[in-house]
C-alpha cells in the first residue's frame, strides 16, 4: 500500500539534545510538508520542500532543520535550539501541483522532552 | 495570503443529531477547500474536498459540504451522527499561488452523547 510513514511514533528527548524525526513516502509524491499540532493551535507549517535538494521555510522554522536527498525522505531535526519542542509532530506530501491537490498524512510523532 | 476560521473549537451532538461544522474562508484568489478528520494520536484523513467544480460536494462517511462564494462559507454537515464521527475536524484552504500549501483552521473537537 502506498503511504507515508513516520517514526519513531513516540519520542523521548532530553533538554539540550538533538532528535531526528523520520518521513518516508513511496507515493512519488514530489512536495512533502512538516507540521506542528500544539492542543488549540490546529497545524503549523514547519517547512516545506516542493523538489528534491529544495526547501523553504514555513512560519515556524526556527529551531528545526530539514533536509530533503532524496525524493522518498524527508527528516526533520528539532535542536536544542527549539525552546518548547514538546508537541505532535505530522508529515505530508502531496503533487507538486498548483492547489487542485490534497496532502496525505503519516500517523505522527509524539516528542515530548523530558 | 488565505485564512481559514473555525466557529466553534467545541461542538457536542447527540447520536443520530444533524453534525454542522462551520468553516469561513478568506483568499485573494479562487480558492481550494478541504476538510479533513484525525482521530486521537492518529494523522490527518481526507473527508472531502471542493476543487471548482460542483459546489456541493460529498465525501466519505456520510459527510458533505457546500461552497457558498457569497458567504465565503464551506460549512461541513452530516444528517445523522454517529458515535464514530466523534474525532476533531479541521477545514483548510489551498493558496493556488504559492503551490499546494494549506492553511488549516483551528479545528473542531466533535463529541458525540449517546
Known amino acids: 500500500d502506498g503511504g507515508i510513514t513516520q517514526s519513531p511514533k513516540y519520542l523521548f528527548r532530553k533538554e539540550g539534545q538533538n532528535v531526528t524525526l523520520s518521513c518516508e513516502q513511496n507515493?512519488?509524491?514530489?512536495?512533502m510538508y512538516w507540521y506542528r499540532q500544539d492542543p488549540g493551535q490546529g497545524l503549523r507549517l514547519i517547512y516545506y520542500?516542493?523538489?528534491?535538494?529544495?526547501?523553504q521555510k514555513g512560519d515556524i522554522a526556527e529551531g528545526y532543520s530539514v533536509s530533503r536527498e532524496k525524493k522518498e525522505s524527508f527528516p526533520l531535526t528539532v535542536t536544542s535550539a527549539q525552546k518548547n519542542p514538546t508537541a505532535f509532530y505530522l508529515c505530508?506530501?502531496?503533487?507538486?501541483?498548483?492547489?487542485?491537490?490534497?496532502?496525505?498524512f503519516g500517523q505522527g510523532t509524539r516528542l515530548t522532552v523530558v | 495570503a488565505q485564512s481559514v476560521t473555525q466557529l466553534g473549537s467545541h461542538v457536542s451532538v447527540s447520536e443520530g443529531a444533524l453534525v454542522l461544522l462551520r468553516c469561513n474562508y478568506s483568499?485573494?484568489?479562487?480558492?481550494?477547500l478541504f476538510w479533513y478528520v484525525q482521530y486521537p494520536n492518529q494523522g490527518l484523513q481526507l473527508l472531502l474536498k471542493?476543487?471548482?467544480?460542483?459546489?456541493l460536494v460529498k465525501g466519505i462517511n456520510g459527510f458533505e459540504a457546500e461552497f457558498k462564494k457569497s458567504e465565503t462559507s464551506f460549512h461541513l454537515t452530516k444528517p445523522s451522527a454517529h458515535m464514530s464521527d466523534a474525532a476533531e475536524y479541521f477545514c483548510?484552504?489551498?493558496?493556488?499561488?504559492?503551490?499546494?500549501?494549506?492553511?488549516f483552521g483551528g479545528g473542531t473537537r466533535l463529541m458525540v452523547k449517546p
Open positions: 505530508a506530501s502531496s503533487i507538486a501541483v498548483r492547489g487542485r491537490t490534497e496532502a496525505f
Open positions: 507515493l512519488n509524491h514530489d512536495a
Open positions: 520542500s516542493q523538489i528534491v535538494n529544495d526547501f
Open positions: 483568499s485573494s484568489v479562487p480558492p481550494y
Open positions: 471542493y476543487t471548482s467544480a460542483a459546489t
Open positions: 483548510a484552504v489551498s493558496d493556488g499561488d504559492a503551490g499546494n500549501m494549506l492553511t
